[in-house]
């Protein structure tokens, strides 16, 4: 089989050198490491994963953007062929985007604006506070059941209006009994 003129023998696979366009912008190939470490590995991880479904996507259909401006069209497309997918999740999918390619940070415009759209359309859930009452009948529960801290601690969270994870917070020096400022004994 003959190669084409100015190929070399090997069909240019090893010992080529590389071709770089000098006319497109340059930055970072991959991930610093220092840069990684801003974040947890959890989020790592779960950025990991919201990518790796986007590439296997992207892998399917034969699909290699060059540039935040198709990367931007291809997560919209990988929307839209995915009716199923939750907000959170293309949000996630975006956000691992831009994290491993830091350089597309505010270039995606497109994806940005789904996102804006999706969040002004859908429809926001909250969730229904604990009413006193029904707080003051778990706690005298978990009371009897010999949990009295746990009672006292949601007794104190719906009293305080805490998140669950800022009462979780809470140490031992940050609790002031009514004996220790003068109040009634306890």
Request: one cysteine or more.
């Given at each position: 089989?003959?190669?084409?003129?100015?190929?070399?023998?090997?069909?240019g696979l090893w010992d080529a050198e590389p071709v770089f366009d000098?006319?497109?912008?340059?930055?970072?190939?991959?991930?610093?490491?220092?840069?990684?470490?801003?974040?947890?590995?959890?989020?790592?991880?779960?950025?990991?994963?919201?990518?790796?479904?986007?590439?296997?996507?992207?892998?399917?259909?034969?699909?290699?953007?060059?540039?935040?401006?198709?990367?931007?069209?291809?997560?919209?497309?990988?929307?839209?062929?995915?009716?199923?997918?939750?907000?959170?999740?293309?949000?996630g999918t975006l956000a691992a985007v831009e994290w491993f390619f830091?350089?597309?940070?505010?270039?995606?415009?497109?994806?940005?604006?789904v996102v804006q759209g999706w969040f002004q359309s859908g429809e926001?859930?909250?969730?229904?506070?604990?009413?006193?009452?029904?707080?003051?009948?778990?706690?005298?529960?978990?009371?009897?059941?010999?949990?009295?801290?746990?009672?006292?601690?949601?007794?104190?969270?719906?009293?305080?209006?805490?998140?669950?994870?800022?009462?979780?917070?809470?140490?031992?020096?940050?609790?002031?009994?009514?004996?220790?400022?003068?109040?009634?004994?306890?």
């Amino acid at each position: 089989m003959a190669l084409p003129a100015g190929c070399p023998a090997n069909g240019g696979l090893w010992d080529a050198e590389p071709v770089f366009d000098r006319s497109a912008p340059t930055g970072p190939r991959r991930l610093d490491e220092h840069q990684a470490k801003k974040i947890t590995a959890e989020t790592t991880r779960r950025y990991q994963r919201s990518a790796a479904a986007f590439v296997a996507w992207l892998d399917e259909q034969g699909l290699r953007p060059h540039g935040a401006a198709e990367w931007d069209d291809l997560l919209v497309e990988y929307k839209v062929e995915h009716p199923e997918m939750s907000r959170a999740s293309f949000l996630g999918t975006l956000a691992a985007v831009e994290w491993f390619f830091p350089h597309f940070r505010h270039q995606l415009h497109w994806s940005h604006a789904v996102v804006q759209g999706w969040f002004q359309s859908g429809e926001t859930r909250h969730t229904v506070p604990l009413c006193f009452r029904q707080t003051a009948l778990l706690a005298t529960f978990l009371s009897s059941e010999g949990l009295p801290r746990l009672g006292v601690a949601l007794m104190s969270q719906v009293r305080l209006g805490l998140r669950p994870s800022e009462l979780l917070a809470l140490e031992r020096q940050d609790i002031v009994l009514p004996s220790s400022w003068g109040g009634p004994a306890g």
